[in-house]
């Protein structure tokens, strides 16, 4: 097992933790880490979601289950920040080229394909 390196800040971050289930096709898995890759995910939609305010995004894998960390200034307002996300250049367009591999509605807005998890343990003092 390895462990991924975190980016580290001037500042205090908050994070929000959020997990969305693939359809089970081996295939459609392939291709959507493909999507995903830095070589075919659209520069639009990473140019947007840092114009939105965030800081880092990870997403994980475990068979069909996607887990998504980001990283936000503690001033970020999540639902302000999906709102003006929904608004911006290719933005639907990738979410409905992403429906094609996941378990949500057809039309659905990343913020509605993505369910927030809740922290029930950490080891801060």
Not at 10 to 36: G, S
Not at 54 to 64: A, P
Request: with cysteine.
């Amino acid at each position: 097992m390895k462990g991924y390196q975190v980016k580290q800040y001037n500042a205090p971050v908050k994070r929000y933790c959020q997990t969305l289930e693939l359809r089970d096709n081996p295939e459609l898995i392939a291709e959507y880490r493909r999507r995903h890759s830095r070589e075919e995910a659209w520069p639009e939609i990473r140019q947007g979601i840092r114009e939105v305010g965030i800081l880092e995004m990870e997403i994980y894998i475990l068979g069909t289950k996607l887990f998504m960390i980001v990283e936000t200034p503690l001033d970020f307002d999540w639902d302000e920040a999906m709102a003006k996300l929904a608004t911006l250049p290719r933005q639907q367009e990738w979410e409905d080229y992403m429906s094609v591999f996941q378990q949500a509605e057809p039309g659905a807005s990343s913020a509605e394909k993505w369910q927030p998890m809740e922290r029930m343990f950490h080891l801060y003092e």
